[in-house]
């Protein structure tokens, strides 16, 4: 499986999830950083991490029960 962090946009969520699972990134607290680019920074590495250390099974995607 090639999972893939990506950018959701759905009824009630926009942002960053994983391709193939439930799993999205839900940062804690504000933005740490002097600057601007240094909060982005730590943003951006703190997704990256958490996505990478996420375990797809432990986020089922919900299954559709049309019927």
């Not at 499986?1 to 940062?27: D, I, Y």
């Not at 950083?33 to 250390?53: C, H, I, P, Q, V």
């Amino acid at each position: 499986m090639q999972r893939e962090l990506v950018w959701l946009n759905k009824q009630r969520f926009q942002g960053w999830g994983c391709s193939e699972c439930a799993w999205v990134f839900n940062p804690s607290g504000a933005p740490i950083g002097e600057s601007l680019n240094e909060m982005k920074e730590n943003y951006e590495r703190r997704r990256d991490k958490d996505f990478a250390t996420h375990v797809c099974t432990e986020h089922p995607r919900a299954k559709n029960t049309i019927g």
